[in-house]
């Protein structure tokens, strides 16, 4: 538990390390300020030796063929989820609460993907049954897949196959196994669609 809980910081790390290490590459080039001006046709602008210049490698037609992601997919996802997931974990279950503080089961839900950049309208457990499709043969244990139990009065949030976590009436907001507990309630899993919005201006 505690290192999945590290997982989402590790990997934030290891991104931050390895823009560390690009910026200090372009610095280190051996192309100067002026030689880049003048491969670039550009040696005519009034330019200082330490203001920055951004030059495109790219041309026309592969900048109008670039399609800008603009929706949460996989592993962003994923973080944006584990870190929305962390913020709650120990809160105190209230019916009908969305938060900030206090959390019902679907109240958790619906906040938590809120806060992933995922929209959708706050219901009851039923109701997110009912809203949304069945997750694809062998994806029902995949992180972030909804998981209903004691038909459909309760609901979770898939972390992987051994477990979820959820707004529990008796310890708030925490992760629990699947054991023989857990596993004779299911109902059945349900995903919220990720949306992903496209523009190739």
Known sequence: MFSKR????AL???FSLGMI????????????LHQLAQANDI??????????IIISLASAEDI???????????????LLMTAAIDQRLGSPYVWGATGPS???CSGFVWSIFQSAGIDFERGSAR????????????????????????NLAH??????EHGFYHASRHHGVVYSPFNDYWLARIDGFRQVPLPVKTTTD
Not at 72 to 78: A, D, L, S, V, Y
Not at 127 to 150: D, H
Not at 155 to 160: E, S
Request: hydrophobic share 45%.
């Open 102 to 104: 206090a959390f019902d």
């Open 155 to 160: 609901v979770g949030v898939v972390a992987d």
């Open 6 to 9: 590290l997982f989402p910081y």
């Open 64 to 78: 109008k063929s670039v399609t800008l992601v603009t929706a949460p997919t996989g592993n962003r996802f994923q």
């Open 21 to 32: 290490a690009q910026t200090a590459f372009a610095q280190n080039a051996d192309m100067s």
């Open 12 to 14: 934030a790390a290891c």
């Open 127 to 150: 109701t997110l049954w009912s809203r949304f499709a069945a997750p694809a043969p062998g994806e029902q244990y995949k992180f972030g897949t909804l998981v209903f139990f004691s």
């Open 43 to 52: 040696s005519t602008l009034p330019v200082a030796d330490d203001d920055p």
